[in-house]
């Protein structure tokens, strides 16, 4: 028989790590819709031209989407994000504005898949539509600074940027171009693809030879029109005002083309390793226009998952949640007083499990053991007969013996709830 693992680049997430997974959108949940955002569950495939929008010179699309042919013969993809995909549902339905919502759940890039770079991998993040006021981006910002608070995490940075609008953003593509044309002989070869494709995208270079062209560059500060120019002060005095602390880094540019004025990304401080960008986002303008809706501003960030556990890992907070079992339940007299005690107990909200298949007492007590439970109780036959229970504290196994009509009471007590 064939025997078959996880394709490359996507993982079987077990207990307990499936719980904290589960825990973490809960609490991103909490954060943003305490904040007034509403849920929005987007498809997880869509017509290929929807994520085309993101841009023809981005890696997601031009390397890395998961696109296919349907049995239909409809050219569609996996969504690689689905900032895209909550555009194309704004242009579908659309709502009143200001629009808010928030999405978590697993994309797909074809990537190379190494430790925090995943083929499948999930984020949470945040959209408003219908809003062009520089308080709002501070206010999506602190949002996020909030959630990572909420987890446990200290050590992350926020580096800020302003793209501009789009002509500044043309007119700064093109003085890179000029730039980095005219020194081309001391530019990689990488690099030199990706200036025909996007010169901002040079700016992203992490390699060594480059480094002294990008820090000679010229800079986006000196080509922000002065309305760009006054929104992204606005954004850092409310970003002060809101007491967030940030760097700007004027070499910021991130991977998707239809950023916009302000860009911003999380870097966690704890991760060593070469993927330390934990989250990220911006304003995107012209997105919703340019999947053939109404003129709409839009900002948004999302957040990766796989990336940010490891980074509470790097700093030993958010672990995962306990057992859910409080009550083992031992029974050596045949396992049907073991059924009717977990169906009492689970009924009454308490966790419950047991053994099968009529096991040794001393393998029930193991299972008990293992199941992390805080309590078990014991039947034997003198149990049975005499309608008690042995209600048993795992932790120094002191126990005492109650009757069966008060076991729901006593274990109340005994975890004290
Ligand atoms: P990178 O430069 O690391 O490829 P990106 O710019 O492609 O990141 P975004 O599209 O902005 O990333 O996505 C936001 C966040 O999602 C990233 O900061 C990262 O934490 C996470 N992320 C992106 N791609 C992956 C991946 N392949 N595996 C795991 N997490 C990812
Ligand atoms: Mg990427």
């Not at 305490?34 to 031209?49: C, K, S, W, Y």
């Not at 560059?217 to 002060?233: G, I, K, T, W, Y």
């Not at 340019?290 to 796989?306: E, M, N, Q, V, W």
């Not at 009492?344 to 298949?357: C, H, M, W």
Request: aromatic share 8%.
């Amino acid at each position: 028989m064939p025997s078959f693992a996880t394709s490359p680049g996507t993982r079987d997430i077990l207990a307990p790590d499936s719980a904290r997974w589960r825990q973490f959108q809960q609490v991103f949940a909490d954060v943003v819709e305490t904040a007034g955002f509403a849920h929005i569950i987007p498809p997880m495939f869509e017509d290929l031209g929807v994520f085309l929008r993101v841009g023809e010179s981005t890696e997601i699309v031009t390397k890395e989407m998961y696109d296919f042919e349907d049995k239909g013969g409809r050219r569609v993809a996996l969504r690689p994000e689905q900032t895209a995909s909550v555009c194309r549902a704004y242009v579908e339905h659309r709502p009143v504005t200001p629009w808010k919502v928030w999405y978590a759940g697993p994309n797909f890039r074809y990537e190379k898949p190494q430790q925090g770079r995943y083929r499948q991998f999930d984020q949470v993040g945040v959209e408003v539509l219908g809003v062009d006021d520089p308080q709002l981006d501070a206010e999506v910002i602190a949002l996020a600074m909030e959630f990572y608070r909420r987890l446990g995490l200290v050590g992350v940075q926020l580096s800020l940027n302003s793209l501009g609008d789009s002509g500044d953003r043309d007119r700064y593509a093109a003085a890179l171009r000029v730039h980095f044309s005219s020194h081309i002989d001391a530019l990689s070869g990488e690099s030199r693809v990706t200036l025909e494709r996007n010169p901002l995208r040079v700016l992203d270079s992490k390699r060594p030879e480059d480094g002294a062209l990008i820090a000679a560059a010229p800079r986006m500060a000196d080509h922000l029109s002065d309305a760009a120019a006054a929104h992204f002060v606005a954004v850092q005095s409310s970003l002060r005002d809101a007491g967030v602390a940030f760097v700007v880094d004027d070499r910021l540019v991130r991977g998707l083309d239809y950023y916009r004025r302000t860009t911003f990304e999380f870097v966690s401080t704890s991760l060593t390793a070469a993927h330390t960008a934990i989250g990220g986002g911006g304003r995107y303008d012209g997105l919703v226009a340019d999947l053939g809706g109404p003129d709409t501003p839009g900002i948004g960030f999302a957040l990766g998952l796989d990336r940010t556990l490891l980074a509470c890992d790097a700093e030993g907070v958010f672990g995962a949640p306990l057992s859910r079992v409080e009550v083992f339940v031992v029974d050596a007299t045949g396992g049907g007083e073991a059924g009717l005690i977990c169906g009492q107990l689970r009924a009454a909200g308490i966790g419950a499990d047991r053994a099968y298949e009529q096991r040794s007492m001393k393998a029930q007590m193991k299972s008990a053991d293992r199941s992390g439970a805080p309590l078990c109780i014991i039947i034997g036959d003198d149990e049975r007969t005499g309608n008690t229970a042995i209600l048993r504290t795992m932790e120094g196994g002191s126990q005492q013996t109650v009757q069966r009509d008060d076991l729901v009471m006593q274990v109340r007590r005994a975890l004290g709830r």
